[in-house]
């Protein structure tokens, strides 16, 4: 029978409702998977009825977005059959559509299958390291299954699944002659589909926010396993396999890229400075001693570490009464050490942050440790199992959600004894995460009343390392907080690249953040914390670099501090210290173990900044490299110094190569 054009509409509308049915079907399928992780694995874990609600609902919004993908192809399809009119199509809709239904019902529930498997072994959902099945000698994973699983048994149950599934959607899929009419114009329909589209593409997004849903999975709780409950088996996969083809750089190969394949001993010469190697145990070269030192013996000192987000020093040479943008911080950067010669390793939060934790330098054009196959890895000169070693506790606190980047994952496994993040804070100093929290975190004011809780409280010595989530976009200030006016002077005006308001309201970020870390100082300072305690203060990379323009772009483009305050009795340890000495990531935690620590052995590719004896260059992989006498690019070197540096950098990121393969 020919349908008019009120017929066809109606039709379409009635399949979208049997669509929709079987969507809600897969949705309740999601639900009841999260229902049994809770049950299986949450039932003893801490959290507040509030927390568990979070967690559900924040589950189901992440399943409605999975599924959103899955309904958009088939509303795209009949709007195409609206569109254009293609009425002959109809009798193959109910057809087509019981296929694609079903097989969304197999690929949906493998992954849920694979997924339940995993977190059963690993304690985690589908991480990059599913992907290694593919890896392995898969004929010995079958026989291991065969081994431990009743495999036919399994399949019986499979079988019966799948048949249930198939005749579920079929019986929701089913021809109706009868359809309801729905006597709509032509503008009402139109409206339906531009309304529908958008349902679609918000159900998709997740968020009306500055992120996707699926990006940046914020925390619900400060218990580890409630955190993981909104996690659904279809995201876990989707950034599993994102990870695994990230961290599959077959062609990489950056000891040949370097110009050291086959040539390793001569990297560590250079590296080290040593005419004469241990060519047989080349990684011994790169270990080094603290002296011994009596008073450390017998008092150790708390040692934070702050980064601070995005805190670059160029635009610190505007600082004047008018332009007071370090607010609290400026008095303590006048009266203790800085040294100013220093760039960031590189120019990403994460791609910075991870060579600092592990004694290296960052590799170009590489994944994060933390997103790739390493993200399980342990290793061995990771900076903080040095203080571990000495009888520290150690803690690594972000001011955002551990999720983000698997900081939380990763640095667990770097010498951490506690990984804090935004819940652990929220929930200790019982704040209002609506009246506390910007985009990516805490509002640093926060992070660092939790860090000074946490070195009041202490019972031993603490190695803290801190990252602030303020001085990043979209510069979100704490209605609390009294900004200080900001006059951009001629000469700022001249270097700023883009919006003068904009700027401004970067800028006044930038001041809040340097306040808050000032008045950590005061705290310390004001505190019986300043006779035991060593703080160093550095940023991830320079924010804004693409928002101004340099009169000498290489050697202030990437320059960030490295201050450092010391109790009095340690002082006298910077007598004779070269402030301008060149530097970078890399060098920090040498310089704070030969500050803070006796006979402690550490391998490191940075040196000590306080050893005269050594080259001091700073590396980023962006390839700005600096030296004593001023910042270049590499391979462009344009004093003897600047070409001892440019070949040692080389050198350097062979060794960290071949340090971090060894870790394997």
């Known amino acids: 029978m020919r349908m008019n054009k009120t017929q066809h509409f109606s039709f379409l509308l009635h399949q979208l409702k049997l669509f929709l049915k079987v969507e809600l079907l897969f949705l309740l399928m999601l639900t009841l998977v999260r229902v049994y992780f809770f049950v299986r694995y949450g039932m003893d874990a801490k959290y507040s009825a509030t927390e568990l609600f979070d967690a559900f609902f924040l589950g189901f ?21 609206w569109i254009f009119r293609l009425r002959f199509l109809n009798t193959l809709v109910n057809s087509f559509f019981k ?34 099945v593919f890896d392995d000698d898969t004929k010995a994973l079958f026989e291991i299954a065969q081994k431990n699983y009743n495999l036919w048994l399994y399949g019986i149950f499979t079988t019966l699944y799948i048949g249930v599934g198939y005749y579920a959607i079929h019986k929701f899929i089913k021809d109706t002659k009868d359809v309801k009419q729905k006597d709509w114009h032509f503008f009402k329909q139109s409206g339906f589909f531009v309304a529908l589209f958008l349902v679609v593409f918000l159900a998709v997004r997740g968020s009306i926010g500055l992120f996707p849903l699926a990006v940046y999975i914020p925390e619900v709780s400060t218990d580890p396993v409630i955190n993981k409950l909104p996690q659904n088996a279809v995201h876990a996969m989707i950034k599993a396999e994102d990870q695994y083809e990230k961290s599959k750089s077959g062609n990489y190969d950056l000891i040949k890229m370097s110009g050291y394949s086959g040539k390793m001993p001569e990297a560590f010469r250079v590296q080290t400075g040593k005419k004469v190697i241990n060519e047989k145990d080349l990684l011994s070269n790169i ?43 400026k008095k303590h950067f006048d009266a203790d050490y800085l040294f100013s010669n220093f760039i960031s390793t590189s120019n990403g939060t994460i791609v910075d942050l991870e060579p600092l934790m592990l004694n290296i330098t960052a590799r170009p054009n590489s994944t994060p440790f933390g997103q790739s196959s390493y993200l399980n890895t342990s290793f061995s000169q990771a900076s903080a199992k040095v203080y571990q070693k000495a009888g520290y506790e150690t803690m690594f606190i972000y001011g955002g959600d551990l999720s983000w980047r698997n900081v939380g994952a990763f640095f667990a496994r770097q010498g951490f004894d506690h990984v804090y993040g935004k819940a652990n804070i929220i929930a200790t100093l019982h704040l209002d995460e609506t009246k506390v929290s910007h985009d990516w975190g805490v509002y640093d004011k926060y992070l660092h009343q939790f860090v000074l809780a946490k070195l009041k409280e202490a019972k031993k010595p603490l190695l803290i390392v801190v990252m602030t989530t303020n001085n990043h976009p979209p510069y979100k200030l704490d209605v609390n907080y009294p900004s200080k006016n900001l006059t951009f002077s001629d000469d700022l005006k001249k270097h700023l690249v883009g919006d003068l308001a904009l700027n401004h309201q970067r800028f006044q970020d930038y001041q809040y953040a340097l306040d808050m870390v000032g008045q950590f100082m005061d705290a310390i300072k004001s505190s019986p914390l300043k006779d035991n305690t060593v703080v160093a203060i550095t940023g991830d990379n320079n924010t804004v670099e693409g928002a101004m323009h340099y009169d000498d772009y290489y050697t202030q483009t990437k320059r960030i501090p490295f201050y450092l305050y010391l109790p009095p009795t340690l002082k006298h340890k910077m007598d004779g210290a070269d402030m301008k000495v060149a530097g970078s990531d890399k060098d920090i935690f040498p310089t704070l173990y030969n500050l803070t620590l006796s006979n402690a052995k550490y391998t490191a590719i940075g040196t000590n ?22 910042g270049f690019k590499a391979t462009q070197p344009k004093t003897a110094l600047q070409k001892e540096c440019d070949t040692q950098y080389k050198a350097a990121l062979a060794v960290t190569e071949y340090l971090i393969k060894s870790q394997k």
């Open 61 to 81: 919004r992440l399943d409605v977005s999975a599924l959103g993908y899955t309904f958009a192809m088939p509303v795209l399809v009949l709007f195409l059959l």
């Open 99 to 132: 296929f694609y239904f079903f097989l969304i019902f197999v690929i949906l529930s493998a992954l849920i299958m694979t997924d339940v498997s995993y977190f059963s072994f690993f304690g985690d959902h589908l991480t990059l390291m599913v992907f290694g």
């Open 287 to 329: 270990v080094y001693e603290t002296p011994h030192d009596a008073y450390l013996e017998k008092n150790h000192p708390n040692v934070v570490l702050q980064v601070v987000e995005s805190f670059g020093m160029p635009i610190l040479a505007y600082q004047s009464e008018s332009f007071d943008i370090m607010r609290a911080l």
């Open 609 to 630: 900044l306080l050893d005269k004896s050594r080259l001091h260059c700073g590396f980023n992989d962006e390839g700005v490299l600096i030296a004593n006498d001023g």
